[in-house]
Structures are given as structure tokens and as C-alpha cells.
């Protein structure tokens, strides 16, 4: 698997309808995101970032085009199979952490993998995994408000970690932290990827995060424009 695209995006448009109007979110978008990379997606407010993420998250329905996801076809998957890959392959971080704010760091970890089914004692290995990957085993027991904002997105890291899924998809996640808090965070995603594999794609606005990526990718009014290497 490893030396394939994570996505491979072909002639991907997509419109969203208000009453008459139509407005053209991404235009004829065709690009490969490598594996095991961190990825990251630039532009301007309203050029398409989240509507991107968002069909790659399987969350937005696809209209034209093709998306595959290493060499399976995802464009036009049932809701069950949707479900399925969004349950086990790709994992979820949100620039407002999304916590549940009555749970446990290690309860907010938990929870989210009971939808696998996974037995006790493995859901167990995989939030001790995740919490000590992020450096908050010691504070396992503490509530979101408990935490600094640093240390909810770390948990909210770790949610998505203990999926072990393919991908971690974060739309603008560092938006919400300070920079230096912000930096702290990419530090970690940029060690996650070189240490376990998994690959990143994340939306910013922020020069400090684009930095970080492998691979950027800067859209314009729905078009990439640009793809930089580092
Ligand atoms: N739910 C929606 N309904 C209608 N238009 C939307 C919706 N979400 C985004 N748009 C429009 O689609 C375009 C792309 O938006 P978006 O993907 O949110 O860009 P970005 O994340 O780069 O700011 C913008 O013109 C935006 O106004
Ligand atoms: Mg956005």
C-alpha cells in the first residue's frame, strides 16, 4: 500500500445550489496526494479549502469526477461502504477540537472507538497508545475545560489517532491556538506522520503551518493553482 497515492483526484467539480444560483466551489481539480505525507491546502477565504476536505472525508457528496482513494474507486460508494472507510480509515480533527465536554481526556478518546467494535481490552492498548503519542497519558483523567487549548486539540489528535486510520483530515486546525501553541501542534502531526505512518491533509491560512507540509497545494476560486514541494 505504501507506495501508492493516498488520493488520486481526477476532473473533480463541485457546485453548491442556493435557490437559483450556482456557485462553482471547485473547478476541474486534478491532482495526486502522495501517502505518508503531511499535505497541505492554502488559499483564500472562499477558494475551496473545505469543500475539498470535506469530499475527501466522504462528508460532502461527490457530483463530477473521480476520487480514488489509494487504488479503490470512492467516487460513488454506497452510504454503508462511505460509512465504513470513515470509520476505520479516515480520522477527523476540527479547528474547534469538538470534545464532548462531560467525558475524560481518555473517555473522549474511547468513545469514538467504540464505533469499531474493537474488544475491551484493544480499545484500551490503542487510547494509551494515542494519549501517550500526544504526551497527555498524565492527564487522562482531566475534562476539556480542565485543558489548555494546546492540550483539547492534542486529545482531539489522539481521537483520531487511536482509529488508525490512513488519513487524518483537519480542516484549519490550527486556527483556534496561538502560534507558538499552533507551532507545538505541527510539530507533533509532522512527528505522527514520520513515526506512524499515517498521512495528514489539512486546509490553512497560516504561512507558519504551510511550512510544515511535504506537499502544498494553493487554490484559487476552486482551481489549484499552484503545487509547491519541499
Ligand atoms: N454550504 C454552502 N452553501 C453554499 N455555498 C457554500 C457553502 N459552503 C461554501 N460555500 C461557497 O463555496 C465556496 C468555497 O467555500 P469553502 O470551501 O468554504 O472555501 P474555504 O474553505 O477556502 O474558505 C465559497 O464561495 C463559499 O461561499
Ligand atoms: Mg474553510
New binding site residues.
Partial sequence: MTNKNLFTIKDLSFC?T?GTQK?E?IRDISIDIPSQSLITFT??????????L?ILGLIEPMQEGQILFFDEEISHLSERKKNKLRKFKIGFIFQQFHLIPVLTAEENVKYFLSRQKLPRIEVKRRSKEALESVGLWEHRMKKPTELSGGQRQRVAIARALAKEPEVIIA?EPTASLDQETGREIMDLLRHLVREKGVSIVL?THDPMVRTYADTNFH?QD?RVIREEQS
Fill in positions: 453548491y442556493l456557485i466551489a488559499g483564500p477565504s472562499g477558494s475551496g479549502k473545505s469543500t475539498l470535506n480542516d486546509t487554490l476552486g
